[in-house]
C-alpha cells in the first residue's frame, strides 16, 4: 500500500475520535496504537540496519522512511482526546502528564515529522547517513516515550 494512501487510511479511521461517547474513546485509543504500531513497523527494520542486525539495503531503508514520514505527518488531532489516559481507559500507555502538555506534545510531533522528513531523504545515501537519522528519530520517539508513556 502507497504510504499515503496507508496514512489516509488511518486518519479516516480517526474520525470516530471526534466524539466523545465511551465506544469513541476507545476507538480513538485503538487508532492512535495502529499509528504507533506502524511507526514500529517501519523504524524496526531502519533501526536494525543501523544497528548491525540486518545488512543495510538502501532501497529497503528509502522505502521504509518514506512510508515512515507520510505516517509521521498524518492529523493526530483526534488521536487524542481527553478521557484516554491510561487512569481512563485500561489499554491505553498515555500518561495523564500528556493532556497538561499539549503544546510540548504537539512540538515533539512536529520534530518527528521533520527527523523522519530527514530520514527519508537521506536513507538511501548509505548506513552512515541512515545511523544519523535514524538516531535523531529515535531519539525523539524517545522523549516523549519518557515523559508520556506508561513505563513497560
Not at 112 to 134: C, I, N, P, R, Y
Request: hydrophobic letters at 40%; one cysteine or more; proline letters at 3%.
Amino acid at each position: 500500500m502507497k504510504p499515503l494512501l496507508l496514512a489516509t487510511a488511518l486518519a479516516a479511521l480517526a474520525l470516530p475520535a471526534f466524539a466523545q461517547d465511551d465506544d469513541d474513546l476507545r476507538k480513538a485509543v485503538e487508532v492512535r496504537q495502529g499509528m504507533y504500531k506502524l511507526y514500529g513497523n517501519y523504524i524496526g527494520p531502519l533501526g536494525g540496519m543501523a544497528r548491525g542486525k540486518m545488512d543495510y539495503d538502501a532501497e529497503t531503508a528509502q522505502r521504509a522512511a518514506e512510508s515512515l514520514a507520510a505516517v509521521a505527518s498524518i492529523d493526530r488531532s483526534g488521536f487524542f482526546p481527553e478521557g484516554t489516559s491510561s487512569n481512563d481507559i485500561d489499554d491505553s500507555e498515555a500518561l495523564p502528564a500528556l493532556w497538561e502538555n499539549m503544546d510540548d506534545v504537539t512540538e515533539r510531533f512536529d520534530e518527528l515529522e521533520s527527523a523522519t522528513q530527514e530520514l527519508a531523504a537521506s536513507a538511501g545515501d548509505g548506513l552512515d547517513a541512515l545511523k544519523q537519522s535514524v538516531g535523531r528519530v529515535g531519539q525523539t520517539c524517545k522523549g516523549c516515550h519518557d515523559e508520556y508513556r506508561v513505563d513497560d
